[in-house]
């Protein structure tokens, strides 16, 4: 298993933009898919966006469509997702997580991961 750590988080106003970024370590990171979800306070964790361990392959929740980007930097060990046209329902705690193979099936569901980040959190103000 890889080991993840997530950044970039913070208040931000609506319409405004972050970067989260997911460092990891352990493994060869090119074997792994990574995702990142989110969880709002009461909500269920939900799916936000992927990438395939290669980069080559994208995928988004319509949530996020066009608004999102999920990049990865295989030689920095890196995922970041730059979010955009920020809204105040992106409020949410921002986790990454890993799968020991370098592609993702949909749907994307948290448990199809075995390698968690501890979260970073995301405020939106209105």
């Known amino acids: 298993q890889v080991q993840l750590v997530e950044s970039g988080g913070g208040l931000v106003q609506a319409g405004g933009s972050l970067r989260l970024s997911c460092a990891a370590s352990g493994r060869t990171f090119t074997n792994y898919a990574v995702a990142w979800f989110r969880q709002a306070l009461g909500k269920e964790r939900e799916f936000v966006a992927a990438?395939?361990?290669?980069?080559?392959?994208?995928y988004y929740a319509d949530s996020v469509l066009g608004r999102f980007t999920i990049s990865r930097d295989n030689a920095k060990n890196m995922v970041y997702l730059q979010m955009n046209s920020l809204k105040p329902e992106d409020t949410a705690d921002y986790y990454c997580a890993a799968v020991n193979r370098p592609y993702f099936t949909v749907p994307i569901v948290p448990t199809q991961f075995g390698s968690w980040g501890q979260g970073t959190q995301v405020t939106v103000s209105s």
């Open positions: 990438i395939s361990g290669n980069g080559g392959s994208t």
